[in-house]
């Protein structure tokens, strides 16, 4: 299943040329060793032989192509699941989000993860999923087609956005973005659906202004566009720096009955998140395999469009929830009588307790 300063009303905002730099191993690091160096950590997972471990299985939904979910590869491969007593099967989803969370209800899928800009929708009608850990921010992009005199987030009043679908999570983001900059996003700009591949295209014609929509896609874009794309935010972009994107999804029956399952494999993803972090080119080479159209070195550039350090768990966790449910709220994706803060302690379980602590 996440690009960053502050954006102000009609000043040029691109995105921030102060991100994150990821810490980077130096020289030529074995994976090897530095998963072993783990060992016991900061979440509390015993350093036990994996070969002394009998693994309890589970089924895991993830987006194989979303290269922001990196460390589910590096869990898996690295052998982080099977430390933390997990045999985890990987499923590649393509389904709905709804399709998505009915699987994980229904027992095809133990847990899954997703953005939480399209999972608060379904997850308010009432599935029998918990929301029960994080994994970083990041993933969204607004940018502009620079031909059509757009430098600021201002320009936009008037013109066309163009986003893969009318319910994708950058729509539904950079509507509640906009709103919060002072443009209406129903009367003061026009969403026009478009496949993606054809986006570049689109703005050439001068069908659409603009483009909302998820890395590596805006990223593939702008690089061979040569310059003709302007970033103007992303969802890490001022008070959204220190909030999450992605969110790992547990079934209610599963929780129910083996809740260390569960919070072993919330702990695994965090692990193998600041595994990430400090280990890029291992990271980016694990996960490789699975990306179409673009190179390593692309790859390990997106890394740092990503906010991986932040990954919150208990009361933090929550309360961002609370805060997407009030933004959605605010644009009528939820419904207004949803109380944010009711809505957030339903569809969120602390599975780690006193462990859980913000990142």
């Not at 002394?52 to 993830?62: E, G, R």
């Not at 129903?186 to 998820?214: C, M, N, S």
């Amino acid at each position: 299943m996440t690009q960053k300063n502050g954006t102000r009303v009609g000043h040029v905002s691109p995105v921030d040329t102060g991100r994150r730099s990821l810490l980077r191993a130096a020289g030529s690091v074995a994976l090897a060793g530095p998963l072993l160096a783990m060992g016991g950590n900061a979440w509390g997972a015993p350093a036990v032989a994996t070969a002394k471990k009998t693994l309890t299985p589970l089924k895991f939904a993830w987006n194989q192509t979303a290269f922001c979910l990196t460390p589910i590869a590096v869990a898996k491969e690295a052998g982080i699941f099977a430390k933390n007593g997990l045999d985890v099967t990987l499923d590649n989803f393509g389904g709905s989000t709804d399709q998505l969370l009915e699987a994980i209800a229904t027992g095809k899928a133990d847990a899954a993860i997703g953005m939480i800009h399209r999972w608060l929708k379904p997850l308010e009608s009432g599935f029998d999923v918990k929301i029960v850990g994080s994994a970083h921010g990041g993933c969204l992009s607004l940018v502009a087609y620079q031909p059509a005199k757009i430098t600021r987030l201002s320009d936009l009043r008037g013109k066309t956005i163009g986003v893969a679908d009318m319910g994708s999570p950058a729509k539904n983001f950079f509507s509640i973005y906009l709103r919060k900059h002072g443009i209406d996003p129903e009367r003061d700009v026009t969403w026009r659906q478009y496949p993606r591949d054809l986006f570049g295209i689109a703005a050439e014609k001068g069908e659409i202004h603009a483009i909302a929509d998820q890395d590596p896609q805006v990223f593939t874009i702008k690089k061979h566009s040569k310059g003709a794309f302007v970033d103007l935010a992303t969802n890490i972009s001022g008070e959204y720096k220190d909030k999450v994107c992605c969110v790992i999804g547990a079934r209610g029956e599963l929780l129910r009955k083996n809740r260390p399952l569960v919070a072993a494999l919330v702990r695994s993803v965090t692990e193998a998140v600041e595994y990430t972090t400090t280990h890029v080119d291992e990271s980016a080479k694990i996960f490789f395999k699975y990306t179409t159209g673009i190179t390593l070195e692309d790859l390990k550039s997106l890394y740092d469009t990503l906010n991986l350090h932040h990954h919150p768990t208990g009361a933090d966790l929550r309360d961002e929830i609370a805060f997407y449910a009030e933004d959605f709220r605010g644009i009528g994706v939820l419904k207004s009588s949803t109380d944010p803060q009711k809505y957030a302690d339903h569809v969120y379980e602390n599975v780690l307790g006193a462990q859980a602590h913000k990142h």
